[in-house]
């Protein structure tokens, strides 16, 4: 399996352009006069197209162990979504703080996804994910 790899991180990241990518075009479809909620929303949706049901399985076996090696975690792309919320003319302080969020729906929304039966889609999780953090916030 790691024949094809030149260690077991481009493995366990394989991917992640794709994601990035997928998040990125996302964001730059919306107009430009959309809000730094709906670019979020754009981000989440981008990202969960990339997460099929039948990517759970090696999703929850990749998640273990980045769960054991917290310096795995470091790897996220807050930074490039920033960059492309800037790029929109979103400040860049809450530009960062959108992106952050974003990140953790995704997060949390992946660790949903992997653990619940049955499977659900991913994209459906992070809606209801940005819905209840939209009632937290009264709006």
Do not use: N
């Amino acid at each position: 399996m790691y024949r094809h790899y030149t260690d077991k991180l481009e493995l366990l990241f394989d991917g992640g352009a794709e994601l990035e990518a997928a998040m990125l075009d996302a964001v730059r479809a919306e107009p430009e006069t959309s809000s730094e909620t709906a670019l979020l929303a754009a981000a989440l949706e981008g990202m969960g197209g990339c997460f099929p049901v039948d990517r759970r399985t090696f999703s929850r076996r990749r998640q273990r162990i980045l769960d054991a090696e917290p310096a795995l975690q470091e790897r996220e792309m807050a930074t490039v979504l920033a960059q492309a919320l800037t790029e929109r003319h979103v400040p860049t302080a809450p530009a960062r703080l959108v992106a952050e969020l974003a990140l953790g729906v995704f997060r949390a929304s992946s660790a949903q996804w992997i653990a619940v039966e049955p499977a659900r889609d991913l994209s459906e999780i992070q809606r209801e994910a940005l819905d209840e953090w939209h009632a937290l916030l009264g709006g």
